[in-house]
């Protein structure tokens, strides 16, 4: 059960108001949800980003909980990026007022978080990392591109089943200035949007 906050987000998002183009860019994605969850195979999505630090955060953050939402079994989310940096704070802050519960497990340059959407389920494990580092899978993933420039930066992904571009605009472009924190909203809400579109369209 998620947190009643997060369950009030999530049911105050349009999906009406997702484009017919971004529609067809997503469904890729459902496609490869669909096809795992009718053969009963785990669903393991990789979202990566260049810096793995602010859309691949939040993308990852977002699909684990649409898929506990719509109560679509087996999915495993995680994310990487083409080089480690650390998890943005603006963009875990973006995600506590949507009402996750963020604890930070360590304090290092990369520190450790975990983000809590559910009493009953796994938390999150936040921290910038590679894409094909050990704590993220090795084969049998779905590699979901959430910034051009990690499309075109890595044209080949070792061990993913599919690779599909679903990118983003870069909440970063508005760090220290007035409007850092609405367009950090402003993105994670539109991640949230499209990913229960997503997983809207699995079980029908």
């Given at each position: 059960?998620?947190?009643?906050?997060?369950?009030?987000?999530?049911e105050t998002l349009?999906?009406?108001?997702?484009?017919?183009?971004?529609?067809?860019?997503?469904?890729?994605?459902?496609?490869?949800?669909?096809?795992?969850?009718?053969?009963?195979?785990?669903?393991?999505?990789?979202?990566?980003?260049t810096h793995n630090?602010?859309?691949?955060?939040?993308?990852?953050?977002?699909?684990?909980?649409?898929?506990?939402?719509?109560?679509?079994?087996?999915?495993?989310?995680?994310?990487?990026?083409?080089?480690?940096?650390?998890?943005?704070?603006?963009?875990?802050?973006?995600?506590?007022?949507?009402?996750?519960?963020?604890?930070?497990?360590?304090?290092?340059?990369?520190?450790?978080?975990?983000?809590?959407?559910?009493?009953?389920?796994?938390?999150?494990i936040g921290f910038?990392?590679?894409?094909?580092?050990?704590?993220?899978?090795?084969?049998?993933?779905?590699?979901?591109?959430?910034?051009?420039?990690?499309?075109?930066?890595?044209?080949?992904?070792?061990?993913?089943?599919?690779?599909?571009?679903?990118?983003?605009?870069?909440?970063?472009?508005?760090?220290?200035?007035?409007?850092?924190?609405?367009?950090?909203?402003?993105?994670?809400?539109?991640?949230?949007?499209?990913?229960?579109?997503?997983?809207?369209?699995?079980?029908?």
């Amino acid at each position: 059960m998620l947190y009643p906050k997060i369950i009030s987000q999530v049911e105050t998002l349009d999906v009406s108001s997702i484009s017919e183009e971004r529609k067809t860019i997503l469904q890729s994605l459902i496609d490869f949800i669909k096809i795992k969850t009718a053969q009963n195979e785990t669903v393991n999505l990789n979202f990566i980003c260049t810096h793995n630090s602010r859309r691949s955060h939040l993308s990852q953050v977002w699909a684990q909980t649409m898929a506990s939402y719509f109560n679509i079994k087996n999915v495993f989310c995680y994310s990487g990026g083409t080089e480690a940096t650390a998890l943005f704070p603006s963009a875990a802050e973006t995600l506590e007022n949507s009402g996750f519960k963020i604890e930070k497990l360590s304090t290092e340059s990369n520190p450790v978080y975990a983000i809590k959407y559910s009493e009953t389920e796994h938390p999150v494990i936040g921290f910038s990392k590679t894409f094909d580092a050990d704590f993220n899978p090795a084969s049998e993933f779905a590699a979901i591109m959430t910034c051009s420039s990690a499309d075109k930066g890595c044209p080949f992904i070792v061990g993913a089943e599919k690779r599909i571009p679903i990118t983003f605009e870069d909440p970063k472009a508005y760090d220290n200035t007035p409007q850092q924190a609405e367009k950090y909203k402003e993105r994670s809400l539109q991640i949230a949007t499209e990913l229960k579109y997503v997983f809207s369209k699995i079980k029908k």
